[in-house]
């Protein structure tokens, strides 16, 4: 399989079909980097298919998506990251890897495999989207995040060590320092790790999602419903579950009036993303599962912090990897890990 410039276009169209937190300008951008580099095209391989001791990195967009709109890259960074965590390593890096694949952060990898001269893995790190650089499968896989490099568009660079729980807050302050943004080369391991921690095949089922007329559900392998049609009736602030936690942005609240069926009443409790769904009261959908207000304009994911009343919605429920209803995927990506007591 190869993403030259004939596959971009659908790969890109299948990364945001439940992306989360896209910001338009960042996304525009980080394609034309694509189409800017991708030459004849960038393999894409099965972790299997390497040779078992080829060293593999995660790449990623770390930060806000608006800032890296706002500020532009130079182009090099996700070559600064990745030469960056060769050096620590003393090794070269044979394959990229994504930590999920959701708009931005499914275009970077294949502009540092482009740059690079490396082939991109036929998978990611979630099978969905996380807020934190440590909620991955490779985190449930046994491998650490770090060493972890940072590349910033103001020519910054940082290469960084320190215990897998306490990455995002020692991460994020520097990203703030460098603009709002930067590239993150995480994660190194073995393309034989990569195997048994990774969501495989998911790069194949974006480009195939994302061909004109394919059905949404080809992008969810495990599974997906409509919760429910309605319109946003209102956007609440913080509602205080969670304050403690080290995530981005603070917890808020989307009421959904139901148009048609039992016209019920859907509260969505979000903190960075939507984490619990509630019909009347009752919980009807919850993370680790991925829960999402998709568009009746434009088909799109509206992003939590964009959501106003009037919007007409769909609520979307997208069953994660398996893996991540396991006791420990809970505890990592669950309910509980974003504030949430149930």
Not at 14 to 33: M, P
Not at 39 to 68: D, H, M, Q, W
Not at 173 to 200: F, I, K, N
């Amino acid at each position: 399989m190869i993403i030259g410039p004939g596959e971009l276009g659908r790969f890109a169209a299948g990364s945001r079909l439940f992306a989360t937190g896209a910001a338009e300008s960042s996304y525009r951008l980080v394609l034309d980097w694509a189409g800017s580099v991708i030459g004849r095209g960038v393999p894409v391989v099965a972790a299997g298919a390497l040779a078992g001791e080829t060293v593999c990195v995660a790449v990623s967009l770390v930060g806000s998506t608006t800032a890296l709109g706002e500020q532009l890259p130079a182009g090099d960074e996700p070559v600064r990251a990745v030469r960056a965590l060769e050096r620590r390593l003393g090794e070269p890096v044979g394959a990229v890897v994504a930590l999920n694949l959701a708009a931005e952060n499914a275009l970077l990898p294949l502009v540092a495999a482009a740059l690079l001269g490396v082939p991109l893995v036929d998978g990611d790190g979630t099978g969905r989207v996380f807020p934190l650089v440590e909620q991955t499968t490779y985190t449930l896989g046994g491998v650490s995040a770090t060493p972890l490099a940072l590349a910033g568009g103001g020519g910054e660079l940082v290469v960084l060590e320190t215990a897998p729980d306490r990455v995002e807050a020692v991460v994020r302050p520097l990203v703030l320092a460098m603009g709002g943004w930067a590239v993150g080369a995480c994660y190194p391991m073995s393309a034989r790790e990569l195997a048994g921690a990774m969501v495989p095949g998911t790069v194949g089922r974006l480009l195939e999602a994302g061909a004109p007329g394919a059905d949404r559900a080809v992008a969810a392998p495990y599974g997906m419903k409509t919760l429910c049609r309605g319109v946003i009736a209102a956007v609440e602030g913080s509602s205080g579950h969670g304050a403690d936690l080290e995530l981005p942005s603070l917890p808020s609240s989307i009421v959904v009036e139901e148009t048609g069926g039992l016209r019920r009443l859907v509260r969505l409790e979000a903190h960075n993303e939507i984490v619990l769904a509630l019909a009347d009261g009752a919980p009807v959908a919850m993370a680790p599962d991925l829960i999402c207000l998709v568009s009746a304009v434009d088909q799109l994911v509206v992003d939590v912090d964009k959501a106003a009343p009037g919007m007409e919605v769909e609520v979307m429920v997208v069953r994660a990897a398996p893996v991540w209803h396991t006791e420990r995927g809970q505890e990592l990506g669950g309910v509980r890990a974003f504030g949430v007591p149930l």
